[in-house]
Structure formats: structure tokens, C-alpha cells
């Protein structure tokens, strides 16, 4: 994300954790056009992560005794975004599969590996900003993650569906040398930013489909 984009990201959170409304919903939308913005990497992930949840906490400020309400809304909708990311990237890495040829063992690995990052990173960059946040946030968010790291996430249990679905894939490209393959982790990535585009819009409100 250029700094613009992700001071546009953070400021469109912010207002619509401040406003209180459709919070859940709003931040859904908001980070699965960010994660589209660009190709569906880790990179990308793991900077409109960090941008949303630093939105959502100094969206936090104005919320009072609904704080806890609110930030729930908010980082379920986070949530619920990244695990139709992950979501993505399987039905890419599925793609890919089918076409084994133009892949490497490598570039299967790599991208199975970051499917199982994705809660750590939504998880690791929520305590990160908790540290930074004032008490009755902190709190909050650490109440969050606690009860995250026992019960699971949205994004976690994606995760291990996908991997479940993934798991001969090793098997199928263990055998497979190629001195310069034509496609690599990076397309991949775009493969899975394209059907992430598709599963947004298909989200999408009927009154706000153009």
C-alpha cells in the first residue's frame, strides 16, 4: 500500500468505527477493497491488517461504555475479510494445481505456507496495537485475542479447511523440475486477488452494485 492508500484505508475505518452504524458490514467492505487494491500477498495482507486495526483503534476514542460492542463488530468483520482472502488463495492455489505443469513444488509450498500465517498475522498485529492503545483499549483487545487464541477465528478456521483440501498438493508436485518456471508465488497471488474481486463484489449490497 502507498501511504496514501493506506492513510485513506485507516481514515475510512476510523469513521466507520466512530460512527457506530453497519460497523461490522462497513469494515468487511472496506478491507476487501483494500485486499484487492493489489495482488493478494503476504505483503499486502499483512499491511491493510495493520492499517484497519489501527483505524479501528482510533475509532475506539468515542465510544464509551460501547467500546467493547464496537471494537467486537469491528474485528469480526476483519476477521470475516481475511478468512475470504484465505478463501481465495485456496481457489487459486486449486487453479494452479490443475495446471502443474507451469509451477513448482516451490511455489505451492510458499503459498500454502502464507495461508498459514494469516491468523498469526491478524492476531500478532492486534496485540502489537494493543500495546500502543490506552488501558480500557488494551484491555479490550487483549480480551479479544485471549478468547481468539482459545476459540479460534474466522480466518484460522479457514485456514485449516483450506489446508485440508490442499493436502495431496504437495504429492502431486513433488516430482516436478523445472529450471524457469513461467509462473511463480507472485502470480499466484494475482490469480487469487482476481477471484477475491469476484467473491467481494459478489457480497456485495444489491443498492450498491453498479
Known amino acids: 500500500m502507498t501511504e496514501i492508500d493506506r492513510q485513506n484505508v485507516k481514515g475510512a475505518v476510523r469513521a466507520a468505527v466512530k460512527s457506530g452504524t453497519d460497523v461490522h458490514q462497513l469494515i468487511k467492505e472496506i478491507t476487501l477493497k483494500a485486499l484487492t487494491a493489489r495482488q493478494l500477498d503476504m505483503e499486502n495482507i499483512k499491511s491493510v491488517t495493520e492499517t484497519v486495526i489501527n483505524g479501528i483503534n482510533e475509532g475506539m476514542t468515542s465510544h464509551g461504555e460501547h467500546s467493547k460492542e464496537v471494537f467486537m463488530q469491528a474485528a469480526t468483520a476483519l476477521d470475516d475479510a481475511l478468512a475470504i482472502a484465505a478463501e481465495a488463495s485456496t481457489l487459486a492455489i486449486e487453479e494452479a494445481a490443475s495446471k502443474v505443469a507451469e ?3 516451490h511455489d505451492f509450498n510458499d503459498a500454502i ?9 491478524f492476531l500478532d498485529t492486534l ?10 483499549v488494551a484491555d479490550i483487545v487483549n480480551d479479544f485475542i485471549a478468547h481468539s487464541r482459545q476459540s479460534g477465528t474466522a480466518v484460522g478456521e479457514q485456514t485449516l479447511i483450506a489446508l485440508e483440501a490442499l493436502k495431496d498438493l504437495p504429492r502431486i508436485s513433488k516430482d516436478i523440475i523445472i529450471s524457469s518456471t513461467v509462473a511463480t508465488t507472485s502470480t499466484l497471488a494475482q490469480i487469487a486477488s482476481g477471484i477475491l474481486l469476484g467473491i467481494a463484489e459478489s457480497l ?6 453498479k
Not at 505456507?113 to 498475522?121: F, I, P, S, Y
Not at 496485540?127 to 480500557?136: H, M, T
Open 103 to 105: 509451477y513448482s513444488e
Open 113 to 121: 505456507n502464507d495461508l498459514q500465517d494469516r491468523e498469526g498475522v
Open 127 to 136: 496485540e502489537k496495537v494493543a500495546k500502543g492503545s490506552n488501558q480500557v
Open 204 to 209: 456485495q449490497p444489491s443498492h450498491s452494485k
